[in-house]
């Protein structure tokens, strides 16, 4: 086991300077476009997978970066400080969109969608949630029969982040109804399998330009080759794929509260009330240190579990303490954002009203906040019992 490092390596911290450059100078810019038009730029889009974004977890020899859980993370925080539609697009194909055919996938399947992932030719998407099934995630009513040399997957699937633009589905189907979570199995689907299509633009209070959509599968042919690990092992594939995601989620809250506070700070410096700024006002100061003291809680639990990662270490409750205390830290901050805003926090025009809706997402997505409780409940109950 590794000593426990905060420090960034030089080129992790060349890397988040570059990043951080391109948030400034490219992103950051466009963001009120992105809100009102509800897309990313196809400009931004192009430099992103230039710059190699979409590979982030991908190992170098698929044409990754390969920098392991701690780099992504550094470089997650800095894609949290600009528009979260933007990094969700990003966050979406490189965390739970390709972790399951990195970690689980043969080297065919590897070979095959890797390098067009990386470079962002291919978009990957993950589909677990459905109707009947989103924290009762065992719930499924996607079934897959095998014909010959192919699995037949009939059902369909609802919030999907990436829809409409992925190439590439992480689909979880129920291969043997008697067997409960051991009868699931992840498939590898791709949008062009016959029998595949995907519904409109879901609508969202935030994330704008990270489009959603249903899916459906009526008939759809998938190869037995892309059965995506050991058949009936799809519900630990879900689990392991959303755990490993779990530390990128609490990054781009920490980047996304940063922000914040960054901005909080420097409007309490320059609105003058009663005669002076008010930074002065002590309820204010209790604002601003309050919010500092949850980024910064925030920041040590976000890299010791990016570590544990790396590490290969089991990380199932921390994983779901991360991302709980993620999502209740940027909701937090958000909200103490606005108040210290006033109006100017409520008007559409100014970015910290498009952060307090983005935040909301956080506590519903990739695993409610009750049920990381629960994972973390179940968790204590193994350890002191």
């Known amino acids: 086991m590794g000593i426990m490092d905060f420090q960034f390596s030089e080129d992790i911290k060349v890397l988040k300077q570059s990043i951080r450059d391109f948030i400034d100078c490219e992103v950051d810019p466009l963001a009120m476009e992105i809100e009102e038009k509800d897309e990313i730029p196809e400009k931004i889009m192009k430099m992103s997978k230039e710059m190699g974004l979409f590979g982030l977890s991908i190992p170098e020899e698929y044409g990754g970066t390969g920098i392991g859980m701690v780099g992504k993370c550094a470089i997650y925080e800095e894609l949290g400080r600009t528009h979260n539609g933007y990094t969700t697009v990003i966050g979406a194909h490189t965390g739970i969109g390709s972790v399951g055919i990195v970690e689980m996938g043969n080297e065919g399947q590897k070979r095959k969608y890797l390098p067009s992932m990386a470079r962002g030719e291919m978009i990957g998407a993950f589909a677990l949630t459905e109707p009947s099934a989103g924290s009762h995630a065992t719930n499924l009513k996607t079934t897959a029969v095998r014909i010959g040399n192919k699995f037949i997957l009939n059902g369909s699937k609802h919030y999907i982040t990436n829809a409409p633009i992925a190439d590439v589905f992480t689909v979880m189907a129920v291969t043997d109804p008697s ?3 051991k009868g699931i199995t992840s498939f590898i689907v791709e949008k062009d399998f016959p029998g595949f299509t995907v519904g409109k633009n879901e609508k969202k209070m935030g994330l704008h330009g990270s489009h959603s959509a249903e899916i459906f599968f009526e008939d759809c042919e998938v190869p037995v080759e892309n059965v995506l690990g050991q058949e009936g092992q799809g519900y630990v594939n879900a689990l392991k794929i959303l755990a490993n995601g779990r530390a990128g989620l609490a990054a781009r809250n920490l980047g996304s509260s940063d922000k914040l506070l960054e901005m909080s700070i420097q409007h309490a410096n320059t609105r003058i009330q009663f005669g002076k700024p008010i930074f002065e006002q002590q309820i204010i100061q209790h604002y601003l240190a309050d919010m500092a003291l ?35 830290v940027y909701n937090r901050v958000a909200d103490k954002a ?30 409610t906040s009750e049920i990381q409780k629960n994972i973390i409940a179940a968790q204590l109950k193994r350890e002191y019992l």
């Open 338 to 367: 606005v108040q210290i805003h006033g109006g100017i926090g409520y008007i559409a025009e100014f970015p910290v009203e498009r952060f307090y809706r983005d935040a909301r997402i956080t506590k519903i997505y990739e695993g």
């Open 179 to 181: 067997k409960g979570a």
């Open 294 to 328: 949850d980024i910064e809680a925030l920041r040590s639990m976000t890299y010791r579990v990016a570590w544990m990662v790396d590490q290969e270490m089991k990380i199932i409750k921390e994983a779901a303490m991360v991302k709980l205390l993620g999502s209740e």
